[in-house]
């Protein structure tokens, strides 16, 4: 479902190209839930990015649904990210002058969706992430766990085949955070949405299927993924 061959990628500064990531093979299965675990600068975001079509490697494959996305324009890319791809933000990223009802909307909105439908599907994920009587207040009047579960209907409305999550827990203190997580687990169980989870926290990485762990920009290999555990 999504794989990623020999993906590397270098910053360029002053002094030349600075190596982020080498080497990066990974193979994730439909439906998945996976933690992409590492310290601060190990190139957690860096390789999600990529993932998720926000950014090009210097070399490398990523394939999703049968496509690499490396190989798309620019132009071919942005309607595979909008049809395939959803993105949960640590800071949530919410529209202000928009409702909550809106804010889910918006990406059916670029992709020409009648006002009819778009509602009735808005109302449906708002309804499962427990936000269905708050749909017409705007996010200033939310908490932060509650804004992040907009965000979260938001990125499941185009029913992409991968969702990815830039440490969704983040901003929240831990009681919310094990809400969050919670309900991920649901919408992951019920709608078979692939999520990839970014993660500096081993404690939120262990409530997932598998966990990739990210070291100076290189895989830690050893890892015991999710399935292995439960087949020992
Ligand atoms: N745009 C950029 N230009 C130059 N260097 C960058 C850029 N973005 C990231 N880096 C460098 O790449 C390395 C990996 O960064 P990245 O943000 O991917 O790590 P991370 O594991 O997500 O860290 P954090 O948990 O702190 O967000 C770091 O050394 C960072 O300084």
Redesign the pocket.
């Known amino acids: 479902m999504l794989r990623v061959e020999h993906v590397s990628h270098s ?3 002053a002094q030349g190209a ?1 190596p ?2 080498q080497d990066i093979n990974i193979s994730v299965s439909k439906g998945r839930m996976v933690a992409l675990l ?12 990529l993932m998720a079509g926000l950014m090009k490697p210097d070399a490398g494959e990523i394939w999703i649904a049968d496509q690499d996305i490396v190989q798309l324009s620019e132009n071919k890319l942005a309607e595979f990210r909008r049809t395939h791809i959803g993105f949960i933000f640590q800071a949530y990223e919410l529209l202000g002058n928009l409702t909550i009802r809106e804010n889910v909307e918006l990406p059916l909105v670029f992709m020409g969706v009648r006002p009819s439908l778009r509602k009735t599907k808005a109302m449906q994920l708002l309804e499962q992430v427990g936000l269905a009587p708050k749909a017409e207040l705007f996010p200033s009047q939310l908490s932060g766990g509650q804004q992040q579960r907009v965000s979260i209907a938001r990125s499941l409305i185009t029913e992409p085949s991968v969702i990815f999550a ?2 969704p827990t983040g901003n929240l203190d831990t009681q919310t955070e094990e809400e969050i997580i919670s309900i991920l687990q649901e919408l992951n169980q019920e709608l078979s949405t692939t999520f990839v989870i ?1 993660t ?1 926290e081993a404690e939120v990485a262990e409530q997932m299927q598998d966990i990739i762990t ?1 070291h100076n ?1 290189s895989l830690v290999q050893g890892e015991l993924s999710g399935s292995d555990r439960i087949e020992q």
């Open positions: 910053f360029r500064n600075v982020v990531l590492g310290s601060s600068g190990s190139g957690k975001s860096t390789l999600l990015n830039d440490e970014v500096h990210l920009g």
